[in-house]
């Protein structure tokens, strides 16, 4: 078939299937119009260059002239690649006749594409200049790698949006015989293959072959992206053409993987030993790929000494084998799954370089979590927490890899057991995970030699702790009297629980979580003294993290179920101490426990200034635990207003407090399930929520209730999301009904936060499409989306997004909102209601 209907020979590609790619189609256009010389798309194989090369080529002959002479390289030896080759097929030869004339009179222009010239780049290199004195042709080459002639245009071509990975498996699958029917789990499991194949198109083709032996969740089981993965073992048959590089998902990569060096290829195969990476639409690329110091410290040895891995890795990305995202300041490498898939089979061939290699990825990321014991409460804690977030997958999969042997299982627990002892598993969402692979490496040091008890008593505390918040008591309960009778003789562990006030030398963690326990589940003052103890034996032991969580719950504690005197004096006297300390975490918590003592004795102003100042200041970006315990304790706050409003008949008052309750019941709901965590189950939490939420059920009527509540659950789990909706929400100037037990009244006017009235000046320095696309991030749609809706690339919004925030100065992207003039506000919140929903992260297996 030919694609456009003018001299020379044209593929037979099949541009009827031809699905997205709108913006890159006419982006190419562009290049073409604008007189572009030679345009290289670059790319993995089977990423759709020739398909998108055929498709501008056809739409473009319509009003460019074009006369289209392409020559397919992919068979072609290096011998067989010369000028003359190549001038015989286009007919180009200096000095002899004219070009040929279109219809119209006017002269055609000239593309000669080179289809498929990574194998033979120093060829067409050589020949390329020649080609070009002809001032009326145009190359147009399709590589993985770019030819690097000095004019060169270089067009990465990305892989598909998930919605067009979608519908083109879809496709596929009806020409199967076995359509995907249109219901929400095999849309589902649908959605998931094509996440698992990299939103490649070849792939996803390959992936719809399969569906004709296969239903869709086994094809699914089949992409683990472990040992166990099946789909270097997929093949398309007579289906995939002739071209022998595209017959299966292993000769896609093998092909390029041949064309490395020796260096080039081990580091490809030791680089399957982080997490596998993806193509993401957020500009700070959390949670995706590593950093050069990383890719060191883990791949560098004798073979492959350190100054040679970043060029190294630069050749890789050239060659379209390893990805990389770069941010402002800084660039993160990542493997896709597929390739990781090829590269760890390979490496998996030499037993001991694969085993090192595992050992060090384990060891590095044991060493990263353990630094954030002396720095996670200080100045340093935004930094560690934002290394957490990025190395999570990595973190996870260290843990993951050291179960098989005890002896490695030990390092996994300590990697475990560090993330636990702290709360970042609930700052970014993947407590659940971590509790099973903690529960695995428990049982999987059992056979260690020598037994670390200290280390699986710690772990066992830890995991009660995880149960508390799940509101698995009986758990907790049956994990303490574990730890108990593994550390203490047995006749003092059978009565480890008679004497809260007796120190029987349990270690800090299990004196922690029996404080808690005794503070969640049955709101028993003695959880001060049992907390105390534990933070005393923290300070001693040098552990910084666990004398600052020690310290907080004793706060929380003496706030929640200590009398007036003891909630008082001990919150003030934490608070000071982490005034001390310079750590935004310790300042924060201390400012809760302090609001929560305040409201629960009359002193509803302070203690809903303190919370403000929280959310307002005192949070590290993405800790949606601790926006949760602020939203928490303003819901206290608003039940304190209501109250006194009833009492003197104040019917403004006690609206807008209920009205708020009802609210913020949801968001803090949405932040729990966000964080894995099950808190309609934890006691004491219950009764403080529903006790608000019945105080505000009994102020307004159904609807009302119903409409505050869902106007709450409507806010998306995540953490610039929430928190600003708290803050945007709070409502400090209601008048005070009665003063406060302090003698204060709340003040008439809203503290001090990120301002809501932006700067015009700064607004009118974005130009039209920067102003579009500002309304749609202040709307809350993703980087992707707005590519998809606006028809151009991922990269392009990203590109937006980062000047956007430049020109208007704002340290995130989510507070490009407060910068929305107030004529537009109407679309914003338009936009914000047809949001596209965010395709779900990607994980391993």
């Known amino acids: 078939m030919s694609v456009v209907p003018t001299p020379g020979a044209v593929p037979a590609v099949a541009t009827s299937e031809y699905i997205g790619r709108q913006a890159d189609v006419e982006s190419l256009e562009a290049r073409l119009f604008s007189g572009a010389r030679l345009i290289t798309l670059i790319g993995p194989g089977g990423i759709g260059k020739t398909r998108l090369a055929a498709e501008a080529l056809r739409r473009a002959h319509r009003s460019l002239h074009l006369a289209v002479y392409w020559v397919g390289l992919a068979e072609l030896g290096p011998e067989s690649v010369t000028e003359d080759m190549v001038r015989s097929a286009i007919q180009v030869d200096a000095g002899s006749r004219p070009p040929p004339i279109a219809r119209d009179g006017l002269p055609y222009r000239k593309v000669l594409v080179l289809d498929n010239c990574e194998h033979v780049l120093a060829e067409v290199g050589r020949i390329v200049g020649n080609l070009l004195a002809d001032p009326e042709l145009t190359i147009l080459a399709t590589s993985r790698e770019p030819i690097r002639w000095v004019d060169e245009h270089i067009v990465p071509v990305p892989p598909l949006s998930a919605a067009h990975s979608l519908a083109l498996l879809r496709r596929r699958a009806e020409l199967t015989g076995r359509p995907i029917p249109e219901d929400p789990e095999p849309l589902r499991i649908a959605e998931l293959i094509c996440r698992h194949v990299d939103y490649n198109p070849l792939f996803i083709r390959l992936a719809a072959a399969r569906l004709?032996?296969?239903?869709?969740?086994?094809?699914?089981?089949?992409?683990?992206?472990?040992?166990?993965?099946?789909?270097?073992?997929?093949?398309?048959?007579?289906?995939?053409?002739?071209?022998?590089?595209?017959?299966?998902?292993?000769?896609?990569?093998?092909?390029?993987?041949?064309?490395?060096?020796?260096?080039?290829?081990?580091?490809?195969?030791?680089?399957?030993?982080?997490?596998a990476g993806c193509e993401t639409d957020d500009e700070q690329a959390l949670r995706n790929g590593i950093d050069l110091d990383t890719v060191v410290a883990v791949c560098a040895d004798d073979e492959l000494p350190p100054e040679r891995i970043e060029p190294l890795l630069e050749r890789l990305a050239e060659r379209s084998l390893v990805s990389e995202h770069l941010t402002a300041t800084a660039v993160r490498w990542y493997v896709v799954e597929s390739v990781r898939v090829f590269a760890r089979a390979r490496l998996q061939r030499r037993e001991r370089d694969a085993a090192r290699t595992t050992a060090r990825h384990r060891r590095y990321f044991r060493d990263e979590v353990a630094a954030g014991q002396s720095i996670w409460h200080g100045e340093q804690a935004q930094d560690w927490h934002d290394r957490m977030r990025a190395?999570?997958?990595?973190?996870?999969?260290?843990?993951?890899?050291?179960?098989?042997?005890?002896?490695?299982?030990?390092?996994?627990?300590?990697?475990?057991?560090?993330?636990?002892?702290?709360?970042?598993?609930?700052?970014?969402?993947?407590?659940?995970?971590?509790?099973?692979?903690?529960?695995?490496?428990?049982?999987?040091?059992?056979?260690?030699?020598?037994?670390?008890?200290?280390?699986?008593?710690?772990?066992?505390?830890?995991?009660?702790?995880?149960?508390?918040?799940?509101?698995r008591s009986a758990d907790a309960a049956r994990l303490l009297d574990a730890c108990a009778t593994a550390w203490l003789p047995a006749s003092e562990a059978v009565r480890w629980r008679d004497s809260a006030e007796e120190d029987l030398g349990l270690p800090a963690p299990v004196e922690w979580i029996w404080g808690l326990e005794l503070f969640l589940v049955y709101a028993d003052p003695r959880a001060i003294g049992v907390l105390e103890r534990s933070w005393r034996k923290s300070v001693a032991a040098g552990d910084v993290a666990g004398s600052e969580l020690s310290s907080v719950f004793v706060a929380l504690a003496a706030a929640f179920v200590g009398d007036r005197e003891a909630a008082l004096?001990?919150?003030?006297?934490?608070?000071?101490?982490?005034?001390?300390?310079?750590?935004?975490?310790?300042q924060g918590w201390a400012r809760l426990a302090r609001a929560v003592a305040l409201v629960k004795h009359g002193a509803a102003d302070a203690a809903a200034a303190l919370t403000h100042g929280v959310l307002a200041q005192h949070l590290i970006e993405g800790d949606i635990w601790t926006v949760s315990w602020a939203v928490g304790a303003r819901i206290m706050v608003a039940a304190r207003i209501l109250l006194e409003a009833s009492a003197i008949g104040d019917e403004t008052a006690r609206a807008a407090a209920a009205t708020e309750i009802a609210r913020l019941v949801e968001v803090f709901r949405t932040c729990h399930r966000t964080m894995g965590t099950v808190i309609d189950r934890v006691a004491l939490m219950t009764a403080q929520l529903q006790g608000a939420a019945d105080l505000a059920a009994a102020v307004l009527d159904d609807q009302a209730y119903a409409s505050a509540a869902a106007e709450g659950a409507r806010v998306r789990p995540e953490f610039d999301a929430l928190r600003q909706f708290v803050l945007d929400g709070q409502t400090p100037d209601l008048p005070t009904p009665v003063p406060s037990a302090a003698g204060a009244t709340r003040a008439d006017r809203?503290?001090?936060?990120?301002?809501?009235?932006?700067?015009?000046?700064?607004?009118?320095?974005?130009?039209?499409?920067?102003?579009?696309?500002?309304?749609?991030?202040?709307?809350?749609?993703?980087?992707?989306?707005?590519?998809?809706?606006?028809?151009?690339s991922v990269r392009t919004v990203d590109a937006q997004v980062a000047t956007i925030r430049q020109k208007l100065m704002t340290p995130t992207r989510a507070e490009i909102a407060h910068h929305i003039p107030e004529e537009l506000a109407e679309r914003v919140r338009r936009e914000s209601e047809c949001r596209p929903a965010r395709a779900p992260r990607r994980r391993r297996g």
């Open 212 to 275: 004709r032996y296969q239903p869709p969740a086994v094809v699914l089981r089949e992409l683990t992206g472990d040992a166990d993965d099946k789909r270097l073992q997929w093949s398309h048959g007579a289906r995939a053409g002739a071209d022998a590089r595209h017959r299966g998902v292993y000769d896609v990569i093998a092909w390029s993987f041949a064309l490395c060096g020796a260096e080039e290829q081990l580091l490809l195969e030791r680089l399957s030993v982080f997490a």
């Open 391 to 471: 190395g999570w997958d990595n973190i996870l999969l260290a843990v993951e890899t050291g179960l098989a042997d005890p002896g490695e299982a030990v390092v996994a627990l300590e990697t475990a057991t560090g993330l636990l002892s702290m709360w970042i598993p609930y700052a970014t969402g993947g407590g659940p995970a971590l509790t099973r692979l903690t529960e695995s490496a428990v049982d999987a040091t059992r056979d260690a030699d020598p037994l670390p008890t200290e280390l699986q008593v710690r772990a066992m505390a830890l995991l009660a702790w995880v149960a508390l918040w799940q509101g």
């Open 569 to 586: 004096d001990i919150t003030e006297r934490i608070l000071a101490r982490s005034m001390d300390s310079g750590s935004v975490l310790s």
């Open 750 to 792: 809203k503290p001090e936060g990120p301002q809501s009235v932006p700067s015009s000046a700064r607004w009118n320095t974005l130009s039209r499409a920067e102003r579009d696309v500002a309304v749609f991030a202040a709307a809350g749609w993703s980087n992707r989306a707005i590519a998809d809706h606006r028809q151009s």
